[in-house]
C-alpha cells in the first residue's frame, strides 16, 4: 500500500474547508451504509425479522413489568425458551451457511469476530437472495423446539427432565445443542464454535483425563444433552438468564438513540467542542468513536462505520496514515469499557459478581475516563510536535447550537442514570427511555424519522439481538461444559497452588491467558470462560471482585489493538491505507492505559469506587496525574510544559506514573516526586534552549510514511 505526496504533505491551517470535517449527516449516512441491505432479506423475510423481533422485545416487557398477560406468569426457564425461539431463528435468517459467499458479514454488537473486517464487497460476491431452503428448515425446526421446551417449562423444573426426560424431549435436547452450536458459529466465528463444542463434549472424557487437575464428574452422552438443553447452567445458565432480565432493555436503548439521531449529535457535539484545538480532527474522531461505540458496544464495528469519515479527516489535517488508524481503533475498542451502554460482557458481569447494573457503572467509569485521557494527551503531544492546527472556529458548529440541537439525546442519557439510581427496577428503565426517545423523533422538526426508519431500526434491532442472543447461548455451553464436571472449582483452587499466593505473579498469569483467548474469542466468550477458572484464583488472593471481573474484561479486549491479532487496528489499517502491523504498534501506544490500568485497579480497588468517598477521589486524583505522566511518557511530549521530553525526563515519568497506580504511601510521595522532578528538568531544559536527549532524531514525514507501507 503507497501513500501519495498529497498526504504526505498536507498540514492543517486555518482555512481548512468543512470537508475535513465530517458534518453530523454524514455519519447517519454512513450508519445507512454500513446497515445495508442483505441480499437474503427479501421483503418477506425482513417482515419476518421484525415480526420475531417484535414479539421477542414484548415478551421481555411482559416480564420485566410483571404485565402477565392473559393472566399467565411465565416461568424463567420457558421464557428463556421463547427468548430463543424468538432471536435464534433470525441467526438463520440473516446470517449464511458460508459467509464470505451467501452474502455480506453483517457487524454486530459485541462478537467483533474477524469476519467484520472482511470488505463488504468480497462478500457480496454471490447474487443469490433470499433464505435457501436448508435454513428455512432450520428455522421451523428451531422454533418448533424452542417452543416444546417453552409449553413444558413447568415439567422440566419439576420433574427433573434434565436427568430423565421423555424420548421426545431427549430428541429435541440434541437438536437444540446442535442448533446452539451453529447459531454460535454463524453469528462470530468457528473459532468460538469450536472452543464451544469441545467443553460441552468435554463430561463425556472427564473421568479419563490422565490429569487430576481436569478430572471431574462423568455423563453419558444423553443425560449430557438433556443437561444442556434443560439444565440451569448451560444454555439457559447465567449468561442466558442475563439476556432475559436486562440485556434486550439497554441494547435495544442503544440501537434507538443511534437510529434517532444520536449518532449525529455526538459527533456534532464533539466536533464543536475539540476541533478547533491542535489534533482537533483526531480529537473529534476519539469523543464520536467513544459515544458510538458506548452505543454499540462493538470495536470492529465501530471501526468501519466512522472510520470511513474520520481516518480521511485525520490524514487530511495532517495525521499520518498509520497514526489515523490507530486512533480511530483505540477509541473504538473503548466502547466496550464506557458506561452507560459498555456492551453484552458488562451485563453477564452484573450475573457473575452478583450486583447491581448501576454498580457495575460506577465501577468502570474512572478507568475508562483514565483511557481515553492516555489517548489525548497522546494525540495532544503528537499535534504539538507535528505543528498540526485544529479548524477554524468559522467552519466548526457552536457548542450551544449542538446542545440546543441534541438536547433529548442528553436529557435520554441524564434520565437514565437519574433512574438508574433511583428506580426500583433498573431493567424497566432502559424500555422508558425507549419510548421518550420514539416520541422525540416522530415529534421533532428536522428530524426525518417516519414509518421507513422506525422499520429500518426494527430490523437492525432483530439482527443485533438475534446475533448477541446466538452468541449468549452458544458461551452458555461453555459453562455447562465446565460447571457439570465441577472442573470449574478444581482449576481455580489448582492455580492458586500453582503460583504459591504470589498476586502479582498471577495477576501477570491472568493478563496473559485474558490476552491469548481474547485474539481467537469474541470478549463474552473470553469472559465467560475466565470468569469461571481465572476469577475465584484471582479474588481468593484478596482482590476485590469486582476489580477481578473487569481486569478480565479489559485484558480480554486489549487483543483489537494488540498483534497478531489486532482486529480494530487491522479493519483501521484497511481505510488508512497504511501497514497493518504497524497501525497495531500505534494503537498500542495509545492505548496503553488499557495494559495497566487494570493491575493499578486490582491492586487499589478505589480506582473502581471500592472504597470511601475520599479513598475513591484520592485514588482518581493520583491516577489522573499518572495517566498524563504515562502518557507524556510514551509521547515524548508534557503538556503543561509544552516541549519535548528527553529520555531521563520520559524514564521518571513512566515509572513515577506507574507507582500512582499503587495505594501505598511511600507509592504515592515517590512518584510525585519523581514526576514533579521530570517536569522541573523538561522545564529547565526548555528555559536554556538545550536540546533534550531524545536519542535518535524524529523522523520527517515522509519517512514515517515510508516506514508505514514497508
Excluded at 468480497?122 to 433464505?131: E, H, L
Excluded at 419510548?435 to 422506525?454: R, Y
Excluded at 505473579?505 to 485474539?519: P, R, Y
Excluded at 466468550?525 to 476469577?535: K, N
Aim: contains cysteine; glycine residues 10%; neutral net charge.
Amino acid at each position: 500500500m503507497t501513500t501519495t505526496t498529497e498526504e504526505v504533505s498536507t498540514r492543517a491551517t486555518d482555512g481548512q474547508d468543512r470537508a475535513q470535517q465530517p458534518s453530523g449527516g454524514d455519519v447517519q449516512k454512513l450508519i445507512a451504509t454500513t446497515a445495508a441491505k442483505n441480499p437474503r432479506l427479501t421483503r418477506f423475510w425482513s417482515v419476518v425479522v421484525i415480526a420475531l423481533t417484535v414479539v421477542g422485545v414484548l415478551l421481555s416487557m411482559n416480564q420485566v413489568f410483571f404485565w402477565n398477560l392473559g393472566g399467565l406468569a411465565i416461568l424463567t426457564n420457558s421464557y428463556l425458551y421463547l427468548l430463543l425461539a424468538c432471536f435464534l431463528p433470525i441467526v438463520f435468517i440473516v446470517w449464511p451457511l458460508r459467509k464470505a459467499k451467501d452474502t455480506e458479514t453483517d457487524g454486530g454488537d459485541e462478537t467483533e469476530a474477524a469476519a467484520e473486517a472482511q470488505p463488504a464487497a468480497a462478500a457480496q460476491a454471490s447474487p443469490r437472495t433470499g433464505v435457501p431452503w436448508y435454513d428455512c428448515l432450520i428455522v421451523v425446526a428451531t422454533i418448533l423446539t424452542c417452543g416444546y421446551f417453552a409449553v413444558n417449562g413447568v415439567e422440566i423444573q419439576e420433574y427433573g427432565w434434565e436427568f430423565i426426560a421423555p424420548t421426545t424431549a431427549t430428541v429435541l435436547s440434541f437438536v437444540l445443542w446442535l442448533v446452539v452450536l451453529e447459531a454460535l458459529r454463524r453469528s462470530s466465528s468457528w473459532i468460538v464454535a469450536a472452543l464451544a463444542l469441545a467443553l460441552s463434549l468435554y463430561p463425556l472424557i472427564a473421568e479419563g483425563i490422565p490429569f487430576a487437575i481436569l478430572q471431574g464428574i462423568p455423563y453419558d452422552v444423553t443425560t449430557l444433552a438433556q443437561v444442556h438443553a434443560m439444565g440451569p447452567e448451560s444454555i439457559l445458565g447465567l449468561p442466558m438468564e442475563t439476556v432475559g432480565s436486562i440485556l434486550i432493555g439497554f441494547l435495544l436503548f442503544g440501537i434507538v438513540l443511534q437510529h434517532t439521531g444520536g449518532a449525529d449529535f455526538f459527533h456534532n457535539l464533539s466536533m464543536a467542542i475539540f476541533g478547533r484545538y491542535r489534533g482537533g480532527s483526531a480529537k473529534v474522531s476519539v469523543a464520536s468513536s467513544a459515544t458510538l461505540g458506548m452505543m454499540s458496544g462493538s470495536a470492529v464495528s465501530n471501526v468501519l462505520t466512522t472510520g470511513p469519515m474520520t481516518i480521511p479527516a485525520m490524514k487530511k489535517s495532517g495525521f499520518s496514515a498509520r497514526m489515523a488508524g490507530a486512533v480511530e481503533a483505540t477509541a473504538a475498542s473503548g466502547g466496550s469499557i464506557t458506561p452507560p451502554i459498555m456492551g453484552t460482557v458488562a451485563f453477564l458481569m452484573v450475573s457473575f459478581v452478583g450486583v447491581s447494573y448501576t454498580e457495575v457503572l460506577i465501577a468502570a467509569t474512572i478507568p475508562a475516563v483514565l483511557y481515553f485521557l492516555c489517548i489525548f494527551i497522546q494525540i495532544d503531544g503528537y499535534a504539538a510536535r507535528e505543528g498540526l492546527a485544529g479548524t477554524s472556529k468559522d467552519l466548526l458548529p457552536r457548542v450551544g447550537a449542538a446542545l440546543l440541537a441534541g438536547w433529548p439525546y442528553i436529557a435520554s442519557l441524564v434520565v437514565l442514570t437519574i433512574m438508574l439510581f433511583s428506580a426500583g427496577s433498573e431493567a424497566q428503565v432502559p424500555y422508558w427511555i425507549v419510548g421518550i426517545l420514539l416520541v422525540i423523533a416522530f415529534l421533532k422538526p428536522g428530524l426525518s424519522f417516519g414509518p421507513k426508519q422506525f422499520t429500518a431500526m426494527l430490523l437492525d434491532a432483530g439482527k443485533t439481538l438475534g446475533q448477541i442472543i446466538g452468541l449468549i447461548a452458544g458461551v452458555g455451553l461453555i459453562l455447562g461444559g465446565l460447571s457439570a464436571t465441577g472442573v470449574a472449582l478444581s482449576l481455580s483452587r489448582d492455580l492458586v497452588a500453582l503460583v504459591g499466593d504470589n498476586l502479582i505473579l498471577i495477576l501477570i498469569a491472568g493478563a496473559v491467558v485474558c490476552f491469548v483467548l481474547g485474539m481467537g474469542l469474541t470478549i463474552s466468550a473470553a469472559y465467560v470462560f475466565l470468569a469461571i477458572v481465572m476469577v475465584p484464583a484471582v479474588t481468593a488472593l484478596g482482590v476485590d471482585p469486582i476489580a477481578a471481573h473487569l481486569f478480565v474484561i479489559y485484558w480480554a479486549s486489549v487483543s483489537y489493538i494488540t498483534p497478531p491479532v489486532g482486529l480494530a487496528a487491522f479493519a483501521a489499517a484497511s481505510i488508512s491505507k497504511a501497514s497493518a502491523m504497524a497501525t497495531c504498534l500505534t494503537a498500542m501506544k495509545l492505548g496503553a492505559a488499557k495494559y495497566i490500568v487494570p493491575f493499578g485497579f486490582a491492586l487499589n480497588p478505589a480506582l473502581v469506587a471500592q472504597g470511601t468517598v475520599t479513598e475513591v477521589l484520592s485514588a482518581f486524583a493520583l491516577s489522573l496525574i499518572g495517566v498524563v505522566a504515562i502518557a507524556s511518557s510514551i509521547n515524548g511530549w508534557l503538556p503543561a510544559v509544552e516541549y519535548v521530553l528527553g529520555w531521563p525526563a520520559r524514564l521518571m515519568l513512566g515509572v513515577g506514573g506507574a507507582l500512582l497506580f499503587l495505594p501505598m504511601l511511600w507509592a504515592a510521595v515517590t512518584g510525585i516526586g519523581l514526576v514533579a522532578a521530570a517536569a522541573a528538568i523538561t522545564y529547565l531544559s526548555k528555559r536554556s534552549g538545550a536540546a533534550p536527549i531524545t536519542g535518535a532524531e524524529s523522523a520527517t514525514r515522509t519517512e514515517t510514511d515510508q516506514e508505514e507501507n514497508v
